[in-house]
């Protein structure tokens, strides 16, 4: 038996969402290595935590999608409305953050979108991904 197109989003979705709570998981477990450790260590798990708090709002967001649009002509566009609204907020911020020439007052604020927008994108890129790949021809 094949899976329908629908079904592989779904698959993906359920291993995206696996692989994110591994990854918090693990982040977790080395809390006190990266408190006692060097501060880098300590903001590059501010910077991790966010990544993987965005992946999870995408997730969450796009099983929504997924359970409130039953078939893949549903969802599709729902998905599509979705997808382009984070990777356009993305690439906005990504520009600021590009042209940014000094931290400014709310800098740990924007820094944690960026790596929140960052990890959504990454979920969206990979479902769009299975998407494509399973475009019936």
């Known amino acids: 038996m094949t899976q329908s197109k629908y079904e592989k ?12 709570k591994f990854e918090l998981s693990e982040l977790n ?19 991790d ?3 993987y708090q965005g992946q999870k709002k995408a997730i969450d ?6 359970n409130t649009y039953n078939d893949m002509e549903t969802f ?23 042209s940014l020439n000094e931290p400014t007052d709310e800098f740990e604020y924007f820094i944690a979108q960026y790596y ?4 959504q994108v990454h979920v969206i890129n990979t479902i769009r991904t299975t998407i ?6």
């Open 29 to 47: 477990q080395n809390k006190a290595l990266v408190i006692n450790g060097p501060d880098s260590k300590l903001i590059q798990r501010g910077f």
């Open 9 to 20: 989003v779904q698959i993906q979705l359920y291993d995206l969402l696996d692989t994110t």
């Open 61 to 66: 967001a796009i099983d929504t999608l997924l």
């Open 76 to 98: 599709l566009p729902h998905f599509e409305t979705y997808s382009t609204n984070y990777s356009t907020e993305y690439q906005d911020i990504l520009s600021k953050f590009e």
């Open 132 to 137: 494509h790949n399973n475009m019936e021809v």
């Open 116 to 119: 929140q927008l960052k990890g």
């Open 49 to 51: 935590i966010a990544y």
